[in-house]
Protein backbone atom coordinates (compact mmCIF):
# COMPACT_ATOMS: atom_id res chain seq x y z
CA UNK A 1 0.00 0.00 0.00
CA UNK A 2 0.83 3.37 -0.22
CA UNK A 3 -0.47 6.49 0.93
CA UNK A 4 0.00 9.92 -0.52
CA UNK A 5 -0.32 12.99 0.99
CA UNK A 6 -0.45 16.22 -0.68
CA UNK A 7 0.31 19.70 0.81
CA UNK A 8 1.18 23.36 -0.48
CA UNK A 9 -2.42 24.71 -1.65
CA UNK A 10 -3.97 27.89 -0.10
CA UNK A 11 -5.30 31.06 -1.55
CA UNK A 12 -2.85 33.14 -4.32
CA UNK A 13 -3.88 35.77 -6.46
CA UNK A 14 -4.30 35.58 -10.50
CA UNK A 15 -0.90 35.84 -11.55
CA UNK A 16 0.92 34.21 -8.52
CA UNK A 17 2.95 31.04 -7.87
CA UNK A 18 2.44 28.08 -5.71
CA UNK A 19 3.89 24.56 -5.42
CA UNK A 20 2.26 21.78 -4.10
CA UNK A 21 4.15 18.40 -2.87
CA UNK A 22 2.80 14.80 -2.58
CA UNK A 23 4.61 12.59 0.35
CA UNK A 24 4.52 9.06 -0.10
CA UNK A 25 4.35 6.28 2.93
CA UNK A 26 4.33 2.83 2.77
CA UNK A 27 6.10 1.99 -0.56
CA UNK A 28 9.09 3.82 -2.78
CA UNK A 29 7.45 5.88 -5.18
CA UNK A 30 10.46 5.13 -7.40
CA UNK A 31 8.55 2.35 -8.83
CA UNK A 32 5.56 4.15 -9.84
CA UNK A 33 4.07 6.53 -12.53
CA UNK A 34 2.75 9.56 -10.97
CA UNK A 35 0.30 12.70 -12.18
CA UNK A 36 -1.63 15.01 -10.53
CA UNK A 37 -5.44 16.11 -11.19
CA UNK A 38 -7.73 18.70 -10.31
CA UNK A 39 -11.68 18.86 -9.27
CA UNK A 40 -13.53 22.21 -9.12
CA UNK A 41 -16.84 22.33 -7.83
CA UNK A 42 -19.61 21.38 -9.49
CA UNK A 43 -17.00 19.84 -12.42
CA UNK A 44 -15.27 16.48 -12.74
CA UNK A 45 -11.67 15.33 -11.57
CA UNK A 46 -10.02 16.14 -14.63
CA UNK A 47 -5.85 15.27 -15.32
CA UNK A 48 -3.51 18.32 -14.97
CA UNK A 49 0.19 16.38 -15.58
CA UNK A 50 2.06 13.31 -15.38
CA UNK A 51 5.38 11.55 -15.13
CA UNK A 52 7.21 8.69 -15.71
CA UNK A 53 8.58 6.69 -12.84
CA UNK A 54 12.15 7.56 -13.74
CA UNK A 55 11.05 11.23 -14.00
CA UNK A 56 12.43 11.72 -17.88
CA UNK A 57 8.88 11.81 -19.09
CA UNK A 58 6.43 14.63 -18.94
CA UNK A 59 2.75 15.19 -19.50
CA UNK A 60 0.63 18.16 -19.89
CA UNK A 61 -3.00 19.07 -20.10
CA UNK A 62 -3.31 21.81 -22.44
CA UNK A 63 -4.92 24.44 -19.83
CA UNK A 64 -1.75 24.43 -17.63
CA UNK A 65 1.21 23.55 -20.62
CA UNK A 66 4.14 26.28 -19.69
CA UNK A 67 2.61 27.52 -16.25
CA UNK A 68 2.75 23.81 -14.62
CA UNK A 69 5.93 21.54 -14.00
CA UNK A 70 5.49 18.68 -12.32
CA UNK A 71 8.71 17.08 -11.39
CA UNK A 72 9.68 13.99 -8.25
CA UNK A 73 12.72 13.47 -6.24
CA UNK A 74 12.32 9.30 -6.01
CA UNK A 75 14.91 10.21 -3.25
CA UNK A 76 12.69 11.46 -0.92
CA UNK A 77 9.29 10.13 -2.15
CA UNK A 78 7.78 13.20 -3.19
CA UNK A 79 6.00 14.61 -6.30
CA UNK A 80 5.56 18.12 -6.80
CA UNK A 81 3.91 20.64 -8.79
CA UNK A 82 5.22 24.03 -9.45
CA UNK A 83 1.87 26.20 -10.21
CA UNK A 84 3.05 29.99 -12.10
CA UNK A 85 0.75 32.56 -13.43
CA UNK A 86 -2.45 31.12 -11.81
CA UNK A 87 -5.60 32.13 -13.11
CA UNK A 88 -9.13 31.39 -11.16
CA UNK A 89 -9.90 28.78 -13.70
CA UNK A 90 -7.38 26.60 -11.72
CA UNK A 91 -8.96 27.33 -8.10
CA UNK A 92 -9.84 23.31 -7.92
CA UNK A 93 -8.99 20.55 -5.34
CA UNK A 94 -5.57 19.15 -6.26
CA UNK A 95 -5.00 15.40 -5.83
CA UNK A 96 -1.95 13.17 -6.65
CA UNK A 97 -1.96 9.97 -8.03
CA UNK A 98 0.20 6.63 -8.50
CA UNK A 99 0.35 3.47 -9.71
CA UNK A 100 1.76 1.21 -12.38
CA UNK A 101 -0.68 0.59 -15.00
CA UNK A 102 -3.63 2.45 -13.38
CA UNK A 103 -3.78 5.09 -10.91
CA UNK A 104 -4.25 3.19 -7.80
CA UNK A 105 -3.46 5.41 -4.86
CA UNK A 106 -4.65 9.00 -4.36
CA UNK A 107 -4.31 11.66 -1.96
CA UNK A 108 -6.96 12.97 -0.14
CA UNK A 109 -6.15 16.30 -1.93
CA UNK A 110 -5.33 19.99 -1.16
CA UNK A 111 -7.54 23.43 -1.85
CA UNK A 112 -6.05 25.56 -4.30
CA UNK A 113 -8.10 28.96 -4.81
CA UNK A 114 -6.87 31.50 -7.17
CA UNK A 115 -8.37 34.87 -6.51
CA UNK A 116 -9.29 37.04 -9.52
Known amino acids: QVQLVESGGGLVQAGGSLRLSCAASGRTLSHYHMGWFRQAPGKEREFVAR????????YYADSVKGRFTISRDNAKDTLYLQMNSLKPEDTAVYYCAAGQNSYDYWGQGTQVTVSS
Open 51 to 58: ISSSGQTT
